[in-house]
């Protein structure tokens, strides 16, 4: 079975898109249960609908979602990714400290379902903060590469 990756510029170009739990996961960089989880159309975070067996989502539950759960409803949302706490340990942190750092405020997290994820603009700020060299954005390598 083969992953089909979200087209952000097509998906974000219409609002009344339809998105499949595979979208929803490459987007919020969620595991496909913990995906599930959230879009479940009788427990779910997510106003979704079953159609046979699959689920679907309107782009503009998700992005009112993830506003919702941002508390910034002027964000643009279509550059932000989502860092989990395995990604954020590449930075040279321990599990334990990232997990204490989201619990004390230090650094700023929501959580999608049971996961912590940290939104990219929180991460930027934090390791700032830090002193770290700025993150390179998912775009970024995306346009250096189409340079080389």
């Given at each position: 079975?083969?992953?089909?990756?979200?087209?952000?510029?097509?998906?974000?170009?219409?609002?009344?898109?339809?998105?499949?739990?595979?979208?929803?996961?490459?987007?919020l960089?969620?595991?496909?249960?913990?995906?599930?989880?959230?879009?479940?159309?009788?427990?779910?975070?997510?106003?979704s609908?079953?159609?046979?067996?699959?689920?679907?989502?309107?782009?503009?539950?998700?992005?009112?979602?993830?506003?919702?759960?941002?508390g910034?409803?002027?964000?643009?949302?279509?550059?932000?990714?989502?860092?989990?706490?395995?990604?954020?340990?590449?930075?040279?942190?321990?599990?334990?400290?990232?997990?204490?750092?989201?619990?004390?405020?230090?650094?700023r997290?929501?959580?999608f379902?049971?996961?912590?994820?940290?939104?990219?603009?929180?991460?930027?700020?934090?390791?700032k903060?830090?002193?770290?060299?700025?993150?390179i954005?998912?775009?970024?390598?995306?346009?250096?590469?189409q340079?080389?």
């Amino acid at each position: 079975m083969t992953k089909k990756l979200l087209d952000p510029v097509a998906v974000n170009s219409d609002k009344n898109a339809l998105l499949t739990i595979e979208q929803i996961r490459a987007r919020l960089n969620l595991k496909r249960g913990v995906a599930y989880k959230i879009a479940n159309p009788e427990l779910g975070e997510i106003p979704s609908i079953r159609v046979g067996k699959l689920i679907h989502v309107s782009l503009a539950a998700l992005n009112d979602f993830i506003a919702k759960k941002l508390g910034e409803p002027d964000t643009d949302l279509r550059d932000i990714e989502f860092f989990n706490v395995k990604q954020i340990k590449a930075y040279g942190f321990a599990r334990s400290t990232v997990y204490g750092l989201v619990q004390s405020g230090k650094l700023r997290a929501i959580r999608f379902g049971s996961v912590i994820m940290v939104p990219s603009h929180w991460l930027d700020e934090f390791l700032k903060q830090c002193g770290y060299a700025p993150r390179i954005s998912h775009q970024a390598r995306v346009a250096s590469h189409q340079i080389e």
